[in-house]
């Protein structure tokens, strides 16, 4: 699993993040709008962009973070 971070153009406001599942949403002042979302695999990252782009935001950024697994070698 990986965090991804999604800077979009629009200022969305935070009601859309039930629509988003399980999805956090940060109004940035004047610099649009950061989703931070936990993905499972590239199909669930596709299925967000669709959601972005069905939505007709402006897709600015794509950041992934540090990969995290389950499965921690003691």
Not at 43 to 49: D, E, N
Request: hydrophobic share 35%; net charge negative; proline share 3%.
């Amino acid at each position: 699993m990986r965090t991804y971070t999604i800077h979009i153009k629009e200022q969305l406001d935070p009601y859309w993040q039930d629509w988003f599942d399980s999805i956090q949403i940060s109004r940035q002042e004047n610099e649009g709008t950061l989703l931070t979302f936990l993905i499972l695999d590239q199909t669930a990252l596709h299925s967000m962009l669709l959601k972005i782009h069905n939505l007709g935001l402006t897709l600015i950024s794509v950041n992934p973070s540090e990969e995290t697994s389950d499965n921690r070698n003691h």
